[in-house]
């Protein structure tokens, strides 16, 4: 059990460009969640998984992020045409089983756009 | 909505001191509360948890109650070491309605000098 990982654990870009961050997530873990976090400020819920659908999304996730988890195991998180208001840390959970009390947090990607 | 307020940081201590951060909650129905441990440079880690009233969670010295009555799940060390110092998080899970999402608090910042 290698732990969930995150690619890239950070990425700089301009404003306008649109990025692609990827989550591992624990292997046999069916649930897999995303949560951005700014600084000073506890991490806030973006959107989950379970398998493959996407079975939650919060307000924030405006129509320029997108999520996948195409085939139930790594998910990748696009945002387009990037803001400056999208430089934060992006992490990714996962957990296993219905009764999923227990998310394991990724040590994310911290986004910076210039 | 759910919410999670926790107490401002930052907090600092002489090694041995007793540790209390204050954690209160807003939710709807019975949710399942957290307190999520982030060290220098890691990703986040579940301290401990508890799942219905009264529960206790207890993990690395670490202890916290669910208090029902009073909306609250403060997190408590009797002497804390150096290699307590992080940022602590409360949060809570809701859920009713199938939602698996952590709300978070804006995090305590510890640092414990020797």
């Known amino acids: 059990d290698t732990g969930v990982s995150q690619d890239p654990r950070h990425k700089i870009t301009k404003r306008g460009q649109n990025v692609t961050f990827r989550c591992d997530p624990i292997?046999?873990?069916?649930?897999l969640y995303w949560y951005r976090q700014t600084l000073g400020q506890g991490p806030e819920f973006l959107t989950y998984?379970?398998?493959?659908?996407?079975?939650?999304k919060s307000r924030l996730l405006s129509d320029r992020f997108s999520a996948e988890r195409p085939k139930g195991s790594f998910s990748t998180l696009e945002i387009q045409r990037t803001e400056q208001g999208d430089s934060a840390m992006y992490l990714c959970?996962?957990?296993?089983?219905?009764?999923?009390?227990?998310?394991?947090f990724g040590p994310g990607t911290r986004l910076t756009v210039t | 909505g759910n919410s999670v307020t926790q107490m401002e940081g930052p907090v600092t201590l002489s090694e041995e001191a007793f540790l209390t951060i204050n954690c209160t909650y807003t939710a709807t129905g019975y949710p399942s509360l957290f307190w999520y441990v982030q060290y220098p440079g890691e990703g986040l880690q579940l301290l401990l948890k508890?799942?219905?009233?009264?529960d206790k969670g207890s993990n690395k010295g670490f202890e916290a109650t669910y208090r029902k009555e009073t909306t609250s799940f403060h997190l408590e060390k009797g002497s804390v070491q150096v290699s307590d110092s992080a940022v602590y998080f409360c949060?809570?899970?809701?859920?009713?309605?199938?939602?698996?999402?952590?709300?978070f608090g804006k995090g305590t910042k510890l640092t414990v000098n020797p």
């Open positions: 292997s046999e873990h069916n649930r």
């Open positions: 949060a809570l899970r809701y859920g009713g309605g199938g939602s698996e999402k952590l709300v």
């Open positions: 508890a799942t219905k009233a009264d």
């Open positions: 959970a996962s957990s296993f089983g219905r009764a999923s009390y227990e998310q394991y």
């Open positions: 998984f379970q398998n493959e659908a996407q079975l939650e």
